[in-house]
């Protein structure tokens, strides 16, 4: 069974950081394309960006909100990817999830709950 | 990079047909045949739909269908059941390998 499980959410301040985690689970993760998609309270989804695998060289691409301020990585071994977000602002709290890129995103986690206040 | 533009709210009672609409530009939906559609009911992760444009997952019932004519995708969903009742989303590829979402459509069954 295909599982995704994003935890680290957190309150944090303006200006803060914070590193979001997406333990997969039931597939070829190391050949896997991971996204993060972000959800504000009553708002719509908001793509935040991708990695790809090994063999497309780890690329990444994000969205223009959060370029230069987010970063998406992985661990094969561990089947884990991340989400590092820098210079938090209030706007950038909401719900995140990682979803998989198979025919589209075809499954996605629960999503972690990231509040930026001061 | 845009949002793709979609009604606020659908409605349609039980057993109709109901249509969304979802209107990009020739560098989103009108460039590429990766189009999806997700539901998302309250509180819950997004569900696939329809991808590239036209296809099903498996389990997803063939009330749901889905076309695009140049920049407008559009997903029907026929014989309306209160199940139904949810957020749709859809999505495309953008180019530069970034992707976009559309701004949402409540679907209420009356």
């Known amino acids: 069974e295909v599982q995704l499980v994003e935890s680290g959410g957190d309150l944090v301040q303006p200006g803060g950081s914070l590193k979001l985690s997406c333990a997969a689970s039931g597939f070829s993760f190391s050949g896997s394309v991971i996204h993060w998609v972000r959800q504000a309270s009553g708002n719509g989804l908001e793509w935040v960006g991708r990695?790809?695998?090994?063999?497309?060289?780890?690329?990444?691409a994000y969205g223009a909100s959060v370029e230069g301020r987010f970063t998406i990585s992985r661990d094969d071994s561990k089947n884990t990817a991340y989400l590092q977000m820098n210079s938090l602002k209030t706007e950038d709290t909401a719900v995140y999830y990682c979803?998989?890129?198979?025919?589209?995103?075809?499954?996605w986690g629960q999503g972690a709950l990231v509040t930026v206040s001061s | 990079q845009s949002a793709l533009t979609q009604p606020a709210s659908v409605s349609g009672s039980p057993g109709q047909s109901i249509t969304i609409s979802c209107t990009g530009t020739?560098?989103?939906?009108?460039?590429?045949?990766?189009v999806s559609w997700y539901q998302q009911h309250p509180g819950k992760a997004p569900k696939l739909m329809i991808y590239e444009v036209t296809k099903r997952p498996s389990g997803v019932p063939d009330r749901f269908s889905a076309s695009k004519s140049g920049n407008t995708a559009s997903l029907t969903v026929s014989g309306l059941q209160a199940e139904d009742e949810a957020d749709y989303y859809c999505?495309?590829?953008?180019?530069?390998?970034?992707?976009?979402f559309g701004t949402g459509t409540k679907v209420t069954v009356l």
């Open positions: 999505a495309s590829y953008a180019g530069s390998n970034k992707d976009v």
């Open positions: 990695i790809r695998s090994k063999a497309d060289t780890y690329a990444t």
């Open positions: 020739s560098s989103d939906v009108g460039g590429y045949n990766y």
């Open positions: 979803a998989k890129e198979g025919s589209s995103l075809d499954y």
